[in-house]
């Protein structure tokens, strides 16, 4: 097996701009030897899980991630444990995955300081082959050795990374990606090559694929099909040849795969492969078709389904080998029902499978009756109806969970909202009054909390007999205990209750208009995950809005609201541009030059207007608080890290290692930049100024394109809340004539501290939250 760590299908098939295909000899097998579909990976795509599909035939939980995906949560089977021996050359995170606790394995991998992402990776995947070159050169003067390589059901597993450290550094659409999948095709060839020389008796398969794909970008992880969709070939001993089909063959009409993607689309055009019938597998398929391939049991956890379309086998062999898998899949389903009924206080069977013992009798009739279209067809079905069972064990607490989580969210919400009329709304005084020195409230606060003691307590020893995992525990305490405070407060919820039943309806229109419009900003926020674009028109509305509600309460302070409604229009424009950043250094340089002006000018309106009393008022102005050095250092600072930027990207694209001076430079501009806002003065423009110059440089170090002026038109965006909101304070309180004007200001000052919170700042956490 010989697996291209990021090989994106469409890279792999499509042919380059001079109309040459990168893979010839792998072509060569499309069309002479072998079968090709396009295996689809099931999200999380990394590398860990997806060798664990492959090899061990599972979809790894992606919990594993807390483990970096390299270190093994739990031990697990694979074809590689069920093998005679495995021989294995690769990657250092990816090949003791399987044969670090393998003591019928042989493997090497290089050190971890080969992957450097500032070089053409290429040579990972010549040092695996050359490896493994050395290893058959060894076992001509080595007996024992060559005895082992003549073995049955011997494994070989090349990984190669070159691939996926290229994407990474230098992105899938680079020429030196694109030539890396023309050394993995030559390393297949001289493979093969040397394979068939050694053995000389073509009982060898061939099987190569990749593990995950490869986003524009240079990344992977997510369901996108450039990161699900790779190349999946196969021939050799045991395989079938190619077979005539049209050029939208799939062999899986309406089908969907793992990845969530229906795959029933014409194949691509320029992949030059129409005529050839192509099968498309789920990752987790190629474990069994190894293990077929190799006349091995399917490892004990694999939830592949045999590819029969792959294999060459007579029908009563294809009976065999599918009755075989269905047998392996559905014993898993028998052993996760006898944990959960052994656990469980109620138990709730999988209601299709209750009787899977006739239906297996039902097989063993037909093969004997020789059948094997009735037989095989009956396998498939048990097979389907033990991976729905699988699924249904895997997910059988879901409602239970759902509901204790729901309501512990719910419970949270309330509680949070009973907290804050409490503590920061007139309700704090106007209800304590009534409630002091209440012996009546105090026991039957005492009751609610003994009632959810001996609820939690029951919660907990019944999960506890059914043997529930600690997070169980965890969730379902959390719930009772907020409901509990919830509760615990009844006679606050009541006055509540009795305050609003008071209101006129004007009040309760307006709480139920808040209601509606918060809903709608959190139903904007759902929906914005998959359409970004609705935020272009959120900033524009916004500053309209805002500016235009400044502009209606003070006519005569209108560089405000203009100000408000240029930032909001200008962070509009970023999210009709593409996800996929392009590189744009000089963007990127540009927009530490924007950075710059930006500190200049709130710097300039900070000393120019020290005699306007609402500037002064809206901007907490301090005279006292200044450390000039500050502003230059910091100005001096983000004029270097753009300075680097375009010094580390022309040594990037000349291939060229970063010095370690100019790594020194930029670690020590992005820490030392982090920390300057500390000793920023308190004025609210001059600290706010400080913070927005103190994370540029990391960020400038950080980007490629075109997020770098994002950054600047957020900063500005967030300043110009801010002034809003502050704005909104001092228009709303009433002339303060009478004294001298520090005494005003001081006055009005306390007065925002003393506050209480109203129904229309209900706007703050929706504004917060859409930020």
Known sequence: ???????????????????????????SIIRERGRWGVSHARPPTESRPGHVAIIAGFYEDPSAVTKGWKANPVEFDSVFNRSSHTISFGSPDIVPIFCGALPHSTWNTYPHEFEDFATDASFLDEWSFDQFQSLINKSNNDPNLKKLLQRDG?????HLLGCDSNGHAHRPFSSIYLNNVKVVDRIAENMYNLLEDYFKDNRTAYIFTADHGM????????????????????????????????????????????????????????????????????????????????????????????????????????????VANTKQ?????????????????????????????SILDQIDDLISSKDYKAALKLSENLRDLALEGLNYFQTYDWFMLMAVITLGYIGWMVHLVLHVLQS???????????????????????????CGCFLMVAASTILFLEHSPPLYHVYTAMTIFLWTRIFGEYLFIRELWMDLVHRDCKFIFKILATCVVAIVVLEFLVHSFTERRLYTWCFLITGVLASSYLFHLNKRRYLVAIYVWIACSFLSIFTLMPAEIPDNTSLVVASGAMAILVGVA??????????????????????????????????????????MVWLSTSHRTKNRELLPLHQMINWSVAGVSLILPLFSPNGLLSRLTSIFLGFAPTFLLLSIGYEAAFYSSLGLVLMAWILFENSLIYMSKPALS?????????????????????????RIPLVFMRF
């Open 602 to 643: 709130a710097r300039w309106l900070d000393f120019h207007h020290e005699a306007d009393r609402y500037w002064n008022c809206i901007t907490n102005h301090d005279m006292e608080a200044r450390i000039p050095m500050l502003f230059q250092l910091q100005v001096f600072l983000v004029g270097l890290a753009s300075a």
């Open 738 to 762: 009478a004294g001298p004007r520090k005494a005003v200001d001081h006055k009005a000052s306390l007065d925002q501290k003393l506050r209480h919170l109203e129904l229309f700042d209900v």
């Open 424 to 450: 920061y709304t007139s309700h704090k005084n106007s209800l304590s009054n009534k409630r002091s020195g209440d012996k009546i409230t105090e026991s039957g606060r005492l009751m609610v909390y003994v």
């Open 215 to 322: 986003s524009d970008k240079g990344s992977h992880g997510d369901g996108h099909p450039s990161n699900t969709d790779t190349p999946l070939v196969a021939w050799g001993a045991g395989v079938r040849f190619p077979k005539p089909g049209s050029s939208s063959s799939h062999g899986d009409e309406g089908h969907r795969f793992v990845d969530e993607h229906l795959h029933d689309t014409p194949t691509p055009h320029d992949w030059g492969l129409y005529g050839l019938e192509r099968v498309d597998v789920n990752q987790a398929d190629i474990a069994p078709l190894m293990s077929t391939l190799l006349a091995l049991p399917c490892p004990a956890n694999s939830v592949g389904t045999l590819p029969l379309d792959y294999i060459s086998l007579a029908e009563a062999e294809e009976v065999e080998a599918v």
């Open 329 to 357: 899949i559905l014993n898993q389903f028998i052993r996760k029902s006898q944990i959960k009924q052994s656990n469980s206080l109620h138990f709730r069977p999988f209601e299709p499978l209750a009787h899977y013992s």
């Open 1 to 27: 097996m010989i697996a291209a760590d990021g090989l994106r299908a469409d890279k792999f098939y499509e042919p380059d701009a001079d109309g040459e295909y990168r893979a010839p000899f792998l072509r």
């Open 154 to 158: 011997l494994v070989i597993f090349l």
